[in-house]
């Protein structure tokens, strides 16, 4: 399940379209109607369901984000799924080679198998192995 397929917190109410979108629609039982605000409840329903939809998919919970708290936590050879690329591709199933280390940038980086220089942490999810990671 994806958040594309959910309405947009601000889509109409009656058929969940947003208004850049929506130009007349036909939707049972409304009928033919335009655009309309959606009320406060339903914003906050759809907000709800969406932020739902995106947790069941794969965002890291607790992953460490310092190149320091990371070797703290998982030590060089840790299965993980890698995303050397962006966090909507398929990821690489792999294994952590070296150990964390922080860029100039700040941003806190790790080598994996199968991959030349760092990936982010920000990219990098621990496999757990014993079942569910929450
Ligand atoms: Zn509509």
Same mark, same amino acid.
């Given at each position: 399940?994806?958040?594309?397929?959910?309405?947009?917190?601000?889509?109409?109410?009656?058929?969940?379209?947003?208004?850049?979108?929506?130009?007349?629609?036909?939707?049972?039982?409304?009928?033919?109607?335009?655009?309309?605000?959606?009320?406060?409840?339903?914003?906050?329903?759809?907000?709800?369901?969406?932020?739902?939809?995106? /947790?069941?998919?794969?965002?890291?919970?607790?992953? !460490? &984000? @310092?190149?320091?708290?990371?070797? $703290? #936590? =998982?030590?060089? *050879?840790?299965?993980?799924? /890698?995303?050397?690329?962006?966090?909507?591709?398929? !990821? &690489? @199933?792999?294994?952590?080679?070296? $150990? #964390? =280390?922080?860029? *100039?940038?700040?941003?806190?980086?790790?080598?994996?198998?199968?991959?030349?220089?760092?990936?982010?942490?920000?990219?990098?999810?621990?496999?757990?192995?014993? *079942?569910?990671?929450?």
């Amino acid at each position: 399940m994806t958040t594309q397929s959910l309405p947009a917190p601000s889509g109409c109410r009656w058929c969940g379209l947003e208004e850049r979108e929506h130009f007349q629609r036909w939707k049972s039982p409304v009928g033919w109607h335009v655009w309309t605000e959606p009320t406060s409840d339903q914003r906050k329903e759809r907000m709800r369901e969406r932020r739902a939809a995106s /947790a069941s998919v794969e965002t890291p919970k607790e992953t !460490p &984000l @310092t190149a320091d708290e990371w070797n $703290t #936590a =998982w030590p060089v *050879g840790t299965p993980i799924l /890698a995303w050397p690329g962006s966090r909507d591709a398929e !990821p &690489l @199933t792999t294994a952590t080679r070296t $150990t #964390a =280390w922080t860029l *100039g940038s700040g941003h806190a980086v790790v080598s994996v198998e199968g991959c030349t220089g760092g990936i982010f942490l920000t990219h990098i999810q621990p496999i757990h192995q014993n *079942g569910d990671p929450r």
